[in-house]
């Protein structure tokens, strides 16, 4: 090679580093930076506080994404009308200070006043009747929504929201973070874009590097007084084993979900706390009943009969999960203790015989490709292989997966999860058990039910609704079509010395009150 | 097109021009590449079971929803209005926009660029580094222990797996010494452990071809005559028979650096590298055509100028190559 042609090539390379380089400056290098307050008056506070959450931060769109990480930034920027009390249970006001039902089917919310937006404006019942009225046109508020028939001002502080149906879950239905309230004025003058970045919450958007890291710093003229933390940022660390090693590191103050076979280095680590909080999400093997064998019940019967819950909670999670044996969730106010069914392989070859398959069948069980999902589905197959039943294990990419076992479709058995009690009971068991329900890809209809579902829905008196929904459960899950398996911890790593964390609601992470003293 | 091709050609009709003739042939050749390129992405992760709408919808939307979704989404009709609509997008350079979260995927693209830029050249740097004295030290010493040691070590770069190395790393460099951040893409610290994971796998290769094409030129009269000229052995080594050699390198490290544009995803994954790579991924993983298909254009126009870049530098640089082109 000749000197000049080297030396080309050499420039040219120089020339790409520093222009690439060059686009890489430190953008928040000052993170984490602990480093002692100037100011020894009061109590300080550390500066900034990193979380690092499983699934990355994808958009800004309130009422259209259905990302876990994506909503729990929203309850940081946003209200909502009413606020879910994760620690006592209950109901607690937000942006609405009081609410009753005024007649049948009207709501009354009285609106808190003195609340700006983050672009100076007041908060007022315009912008609730603009967010209602929007959300019930878009995609992912619009399932919440839809039991609302329209939204009346009173006065500036009074609203009336008017139903099309009676829906007693609507004050839990708009605790979800698809309705957290936007700002009019920031739709009626900026590109929508823009406006979705408005809210009234305890911290506004500062700089969004899709992928790398989403920076909030606090406002200032927060209706609940300035929060104690500077700036909040949510980093996207994908892997579970590299995002341990940066909490253990110091380098991030809340890691979620961390691998489930290391969580003892943070039991152990005396700066680290580990928090385990039974999650939303109840993990479930889904049967096709609409489907030779399993529209027999006996044969759902003696698959139930066969599933040893103990040894999935110990081969799949390591311990870090509940048995369940309900199909509704404990989190729920509704929630009622039966039995279910028991491990009894004995009553599961004899209802199999019964229903005339005394030497077992075969079938597929599909799961996305997870690893507890997949784990789920060998231990599955593992079990079943021991009434005879010889499963395969079908293992599908998410979009795969979820278009393979969609209501309507033709698959025997799944493993799935679902989380859908945190907007109250009737969401919990509408979508997955009503003829037609959402997620009903079980193929199930039953007239009691969807009987039984409308009636509870109408009623106010909660003594009423519990016994029906009671009722409900037993029956459903008597039925067999969704064969509860454990409920998943939320696993945390957190800083020992993590103030102000709340329990998340459902999948939920609710950070807006996080802080760390210094000295 | 093509009259417009010939006119330019009339004007272009003296010998001095014909390297810019053949730059513009060259570039009109990457119309049809990625036109086709896009037709088959497009084409691939349509024919994926499942769209974008089962990963975007909320679970508890219902199949009316789903299909009121799809249908504002315009992912009913048929599949050639679809990729015609985002042909005659493209024509205006508009790349479109996300599925899922409604932004720019140019915007997006470029964000990422220079980070993929980044880890891709350090990776370079490293290979090179490790990989050349090693090559050179097997060949000179070709059947010795040293050539084993060397033969092993390019064996492991090459079959450790990636995201294994880099939490490796990790675990020492950042957990134990605290030399280096574990994550991100900020300061000049944080390029150090993901280019030597990227560096060390595309070093085995790098070495294997030092090493024959060192064997190569070691066996030339010339450096024979060096040596019997007196030349230190050094310099016989690493200023004639290196020099040489090189020719293969440097096209070795110009693939890899190629392949390098797509982005690491196992390294971009461990380390929290905010790249091209695993944007790619999550856009496949959760339908989103206009993504996928925005990115891997990009990508293909930028991998091919590189490569044009190189052959036009050659070009003027090596007068036998010069010479073909003006046939």
């Known amino acids: 090679m000749s000197k000049t042609k080297k030396n080309i090539v050499l420039l040219l390379l120089a020339c790409l580093l520093m222009s690439v380089l060059s686009g890489c400056a430190p953008s928040s290098s000052e993170q984490s930076d602990v480093g002692p307050s100037e100011e020894p008056q009061e109590t300080a506070y550390q500066k900034t506080i990193v979380i690092a959450p499983a699934l990355d931060f994808v958009s800004t769109e309130t009422q259209v994404t259905t990302s876990g990480t994506s909503k729990s930034v929203f309850l940081m920027v946003f209200n909502t009308l009413v606020e879910q009390d994760t620690e006592k249970g209950g109901l607690i006001p937000s942006l609405a200070e009081s609410w009753e039902l005024v007649s049948d089917d009207t709501w009354e919310f009285k609106l808190r006043r003195g609340v700006k937006f983050h672009d100076g404006t007041d908060f007022t019942a315009e912008d609730v009747k603009f967010t209602i009225e929007r959300g019930k046109e878009q995609g992912a508020s619009k399932a919440k929504l839809e039991s609302i028939k329209r939204v009346e001002i009173v006065d500036d502080y009074t609203v009336h929201i008017i139903m099309s149906k009676p829906d007693v879950d609507i004050l839990y239905k708009l605790t979800d973070p698809n309705c957290v309230i936007l700002s009019k004025n920031a739709f009626e003058t900026l590109s929508e874009e823009e406006a979705y970045k408005i809210g009234t919450g305890p911290y506004t958007y500062n ?30 660390i994908p892997e579970a084993a590299s995002r341990l090693i940066a909490l253990q590191t110091g380098e991030i103050d809340i890691c979620i979900s961390p691998p489930q076979i290391d969580l003892h280095y943070i039991a152990e680590d005396p700066n680290l706390t580990l928090l385990q909080i039974p999650g939303a999400n109840c993990r479930y093997i889904g049967i096709n009943s609409s489907k030779k064998p399993f529209n027999d019940i006996r044969v759902r019967q003696a698959i139930a009969h066969s599933i040893n819950r103990k040894g999935f909670v110990e081969a799949v999670y390591e311990g870090n999960a509940t048995v369940h044996n309900n199909v509704m969730h404990p989190g729920n106010l509704f929630y009622k203790e039966i039995e279910g069914y028991s491990y009894d392989k004995e009553k599961a070859l004899a209802l199999l015989a019964e229903a005339g398959y005394p030497n077992g069948f075969s079938a597929t069980i599909y799961s996305s490709s997870g690893t507890v999902q997949k784990a789920v589905a060998t231990v599955m197959q593992a079990q079943m292989a021991e009434i005879g039943i010889d499963l395969e294990v079908q293992s599908l990419e998410t979009a795969t997966f979820n278009a393979t076992v969609a209501p309507g479709s033709d698959y025997d058995m799944c493993v799935n999860g679902w989380g859908g009690y945190v907007v109250g009971p009737d969401n919990a068991l509408r979508n997955m058990f009503y003829t037609g329900g959402n997620n009903n890809n079980f193929g199930f209809s039953d007239e009691y039910v969807d009987k039984t579902l409308d009636e509870a829905v109408s009623i106010s008196d909660i003594e009423t609704r519990k016994k029906l929904y009671g009722e409900l459960q037993e029956y459903i899950t008597n039925q067999a079509v969704f064969l509860p398996i454990a409920i998943e911890m939320i696993d945390m790593g957190v800083k020992s010395d993590l103030e102000g964390f709340v329990p998340p609601q459902g999948s939920i992470q609710k950070f807006k009150n996080v802080y760390i003293p210094i000295e | 097109m093509i009259r417009y091709y010939k006119s330019i050609m009339i004007i272009l009709n003296r010998e001095r021009d014909l390297m810019i003739r053949y730059t513009i042939r060259r570039l009109l050749m990457l119309i049809p590449i990625l036109i ?52 005659q997008g493209l024509m205006r350079g508009d790349l479109g926009k996300s599925y899922v979260n409604n932004r720019d995927v140019f915007e997006v693209y470029f964000s990422r660029l220079p980070n993929t830029l980044l880890l891709a050249l350090a990776g370079a740097f490293v290979a090179v580094l490790i990989a050349v004295p090693l090559g050179v030290v097997s060949a000179m010493h070709r059947g010795s222990w040293k050539d084993a040691i060397s033969m092993i070590f390019g064996l492991l770069g090459l079959s450790m797996p990636n995201f294994w190395l880099g939490l490796l790393l990790i675990i020492f460099f950042s957990l134990k010494l605290g030399l280096f951040p574990s994550y991100g893409s900020e300061g000049w610290s944080s390029i150090v452990l993901p280019a030597i994971t990227v560096g060390t796998a595309q070093a085995a290769l790098v070495m294997r071809t030092t090493r024959s094409s060192m064997l190569e030129v070691v066996r030339q009269d010339y450096l024979r005559t060096a040596r019997a000229k007196g030349v230190p052995e050094r310099t016989v080594i690493y200023k004639h028979a290196l020099r040489n050699a090189l020719i293969p390198i440097v096209t070795v490290m110009g693939t890899q650096l190629g392949v390098a544009l797509g982005g690491a995803v196992f390294t971009e994954t461990v380390f929290a590298w905010p790249g091209v790579g695993r944007l790619v991924v999550d856009a496949i993983n959760s339908r989103d055509i206009p993504m996928v298909t925005g990115c891997l254009i990009l990508t293909t126009m930028l991998a091919s100028f590189l490569i044009l870049l190189v052959d036009i530098a050659y070009a003027f640089i090596d007068p036998r190559i010069k010479a073909r082109y003006t046939k």
């Open chain 1, 207 to 236: 700089r969004w590097e899709q992928g790398d890291y989403l920076s909030l710093l606090r406002f200032e003229d927060y209706w609940e007084g300035t929060p104690k933390t500077e700036e909040i940022v949510i980093r996207n």
């Open chain 2, 36 to 87: 086709a390129v896009s037709l088959v992405v497009y084409f691939i992760v349509d024919l994926a079971p499942g769209d974008v709408v089962d990963v975007i919808a909320p679970d508890d939307a219902s199949p009316e929803d789903k299909e009121l979704l799809r249908e504002m989404m315009g992912l009913n009709d048929p599949f050639i209005i679809r990729y015609a609509r985002y042909m």
